[in-house]
Structures are given as C-alpha cells and as structure tokens.
C-alpha cells in the first residue's frame, strides 16, 4: 500500500508524462511560493501553463476536481503571477488541473478563465 | 480573473549569481553545469559548461525552458561572447545505449568541463545529484537552471547545440521530425515511432517509446 504523498508524487509524474507526449515542454516541477506549491510549470507553445495535479486512487471520496477549491485556485493564479514575475516571463499564461483518479486521467484546460 | 497580488512589483530575482559569487570570492574559478536531452527518446545528451566574468553585467540570461527558441539563438550567441569560457560535453546515442543514463549523464557533465579549457575551482550543477563525485568541487543546486545565472548560461548553450544537432540528423532520418521535436516524445514523433519504428537515434530500452509500441500490439 503505498502512502498518499506516495500516490500524489506518482500522479505528478503521469501528469507530466502526459502533457509531454501532448506536445508541452517540462519547466518545473514543485516550485514553492509564499502562496503554496505549483505542481508543474510546462510550455504549451507559446503560453505558459501553471498545472495543479489532483490524485486519488478510487472515485470513493468524490471527483478529484472537486476538491480544487476557489481559494486554492486564487492560491495558484497568485504563484502563477509570482513565478512570472520572479522568472520575468512575459509569455501568455493559464492555469490547468489534471485529476487522476485510479488509472483514469482528466484535462482541464484553463480553469480560472 | 484578475491577476493581481498585494505585494508591490519587485525585481525579478532570479536568475542570481548568489552561489556563483560566493565561490568566486574565496578565489575559485566558478563554472555552471546543465545537460539538456534528458528526457528526449532520440539523440544525443548535452552538456554545457560556462565560466562567467562576475564582474560583468549580463542581460536576458535564462533557462533555456522558459526561452522561445529565437531568442534563444540569440542568448546563445549573446553567452558564447561574453562567457569567459564555454565547454560544450556531447555523449551520443550510442555510448548512451552501450552505457546507460547514469554513465550517459556523468560523462557529458565532465566532458563540457574538459572542454571549458580552463580547471574550474568549483561547480554549481543543476540537480539534486553529485556525479562530478570528487573529480571537482561541487555544489549541486535543485532547480538551479532557474537560479543560478551560470547554470541557465548553460541550459542555453547546450541547448541550442543540441537542437542544432537534431536538425542535421534530421537530414538523415526525415520520417521523425527530428528538427522540429528535436527527439523529445511529441505526438508527431509518437505517430512516426508508430508507422516506421524505431532507428539509429532512439534510444534503446527506453521506458516511454516500449510502452508506445507495445499499445501498437494490443490495440
């Protein structure tokens, strides 16, 4: 039985490989800000794509989506605008949430717009 | 939704040349390290290796992942000018295969530091992992290619050889793509790996590109 951080860590990966095989290019991963992590910064073309994984292993406690929340969502619009301003990017940009759930694997394309 | 903090606008901090200029002031010659090709299922790993002047102001410098691929070519030429020295370390596809990553990975390091042409006191690599192992001194530095001004120098310089590379062998293997994915496991790349399998260039053994093809028998 493998822990959640274990579950969660893994998740991040298949969101990542998933995304790569889509064609976006790997930035970062885990980058810390004062307003909470971001799980993965990619490249899709020429915008920049703040990515928020959610996993779980069954759909028994509900849809991961559900559990990315409005203040969780502002929490990454502000990293998303710190990490551009830290890093001086001034590429399009947009927020994404991949939900893993068991073997399935969600989309979400440019969630806060 | 607006995007906006309440903090007020700061400079941009990164990347710095914190860890470069701490070294350097205890006299060393300072070199940053980068491979680029890391994830790719086709070509080779590079490395690159760039010595900066700390006393020179430098503009622009990034990691090449956050860089569009023309002003890329243009901080790469911008680097090559005004480095002190630039080492660039190529493993190519078949050591890799005869070797594996983690030989693959170590001997690009070393050989974009060989190529510098000058000793460097000290090191600052990007990563968690040491695999100069005591041959140099050296500071490994998580997500240094985002924070060290050397190390993005060097994303930047291999990163652009390396790209230059894929569009030659693409010459010679124009079925994949290879200018344009240089190598890496795009969905054109995957339908080409589908249609005519693997050549040369791929990498044997490698996790991602079994795994495509094996969907090819079950499906």
């Known amino acids: 039985m493998l822990s959640k951080r274990q579950y969660g860590i893994i998740g991040e990966r298949r969101a990542k490989a998933y995304l790569i095989a889509k064609g976006y290019r790997f930035v970062a991963s885990n980058y810390h800000t004062r307003y909470g992590e971001i799980d993965l910064v990619m490249r899709d073309r020429r915008e920049l794509v703040f990515i928020e994984v959610k996993t779980r292993r ?9 559990s990315v929340t409005r203040t969780k969502l502002r929490n990454a619009v502000r990293a998303a605008v710190l990490f551009r ?20 694997i969600e989309h979400y394309r440019n969630v806060t717009n | 939704m607006p995007a906006t903090t309440r903090s007020k606008p700061r400079r941009s ?33 590079v490395a690159g290796a760039v010595v900066l002047d700390t006393e020179s102001r430098l503009h622009g410098i990034r990691d090449s992942k956050l860089l569009l691929k023309p002003d890329r070519e243009q901080v790469a030429a911008y680097v090559h000018r ?14 890799f295969n ?6 693959a990975l170590r001997e690009s390091g070393r050989r974009a530091v060989d190529a510098l042409g000058v000793e460097p006191g000290h ?30 120098a060097a994303s930047v310089i291999a990163k652009v050889h390396r790209d ?23 969905p054109d790349h995957q339908r080409a790996l589908r ?25």
Not at chain 2, 22 to 41: I, L, N, Q
Not at chain 2, 141 to 152: M, Q
Not at chain 2, 164 to 186: I, K, S
């Open chain 1, 58 to 66: 069954d759909g028994l406690a509900g849809h991961p989506a559900e």
């Open chain 1, 85 to 104: 301003r830290e890093h001086d990017i001034r590429l399009p940009w947009r927020i994404d949430v991949i939900a893993i759930t068991g073997k399935d």
């Open chain 2, 13 to 45: 901090k990164a990347p710095g040349r914190s860890r470069e200029r701490h070294w350097s002031g205890t006299g060393a010659v300072v070199c940053g390290v980068d491979e680029v090709g890391r994830g790719a299922w086709a070509g080779p790993l």
């Open chain 2, 82 to 95: 005004r480095a002190v020295a630039v080492g660039i370390g190529t493993v190519d596809i078949d050591e």
């Open chain 2, 98 to 103: 005869r070797q594996g990553f983690p030989w």
């Open chain 2, 123 to 152: 090191v600052l690599l990007d990563g968690r992992h040491d695999y100069f192992a005591g041959s140099y001194p050296c500071e490994t530095i998580v997500k240094g290619d985002l924070t060290e001004l050397c190390i993005a």
């Open chain 2, 164 to 186: 230059g590379l894929m569009r030659e062998f693409a010459e010679a293997h124009p079925q994949y793509g290879f200018a344009r994915n240089v190598g890496y496991g795009t």
């Open chain 2, 195 to 219: 249609e005519h399998g693997p050549c040369g260039l791929h990498r044997r053994d490698w996790v991602p590109i079994a795994e495509l093809l094996q969907l090819k028998l079950t499906v």
